[in-house]
């Protein structure tokens, strides 16, 4: 997995690429080159590299803000500046969709919560994954935005696999508050998609989600 922003009026011209969940057995961090390696204090696994002067390696960040979606070329170079700064474990570049169009196929009581719900939300063809839901309407048989594992949201928190009151969920059926979609009602709920919008499995079109509500 590879998680990649850049935000540079918040944190200057820095890359920060993350491999790993935060660990709860506390980081260290090690320094080169202006280079900082991340690992997990516990059992030195890999969190993630900050990338100083990051727009020196990649110059097209300049017209990034928010979370980067790397390209083979892009983690060959970074992996380069790793090597030379003594760094050995290196990036895998992540082209899976983080955010793909989902079909809800069934929905049963979550059994430690009263709104709670589990799904299997089908996302592409021949995969359909358990997520946890707490949506007022949820239900099946609808079209909706899944956010994969990897996923950044727009205000910032990463979706990772893990399980909501015991149960494991695979992801997040996203409202129109987390997408922030363009004139979208500010309630709770999440945006289902018309059946004719895209197909399941597909990428979500933001630019066209964008065009979904009408202006105010």
């Known amino acids: 997995m590879l998680i990649s922003s850049y935000n540079p009026k918040e944190m200057g011209d820095i890359l920060v690429v993350i491999t790993a969940p935060d660990s709860s ?9 202006g280079i900082a390696q991340v690992k997990s204090a516990k059992d030195g696994q890999l969190l993630g590299y900050n990338f100083m002067a990051a727009s020196t390696i990649l110059p097209e960040l300049k017209d990034e803000n928010g979370q980067v979606f790397l390209n083979a070329d892009q983690v060959a ?3 380069a500046k790793l090597t030379a ?16 169009v989902g079909y809800v196929e069934e929905l049963k009581d979550h ?17 359909t ?6 949506s007022p309407n949820v239900k099946e048989g609808i079209k909706v935005v899944v956010a994969r594992p990897g996923a950044m949201m727009p205000d910032g928190k990463i979706i990772w696999p893990g399980a909501l009151m015991g149960v494991e969920s695979d992801g997040m059926l996203c409202g129109f508050r987390e997408l922030r979609l363009k004139n979208a009602p500010d309630e709770k709920g999440l945006w289902i998609i018309p059946d004719d919008w895209q197909e399941v499995g597909e990428p979500v079109d933001f630019q066209r989600a964008d065009t979904f509500f009408p202006a105010k």
């Open 25 to 33: 057995e506390g980081q260290t961090t090690t320094v080169k080159d």
């Open 77 to 79: 170079k970074l992996n």
């Open 85 to 100: 700064a003594g760094f050995y474990q290196k990036l895998t570049a992540d082209s899976t969709p983080k955010f793909v």
């Open 111 to 127: 059994p430690k919560s009263d709104h709670l719900k589990i799904t299997q939300t089908r996302i592409s063809k021949d995969q």
């Open 129 to 134: 994954v358990q997520i946890v839901c707490g």
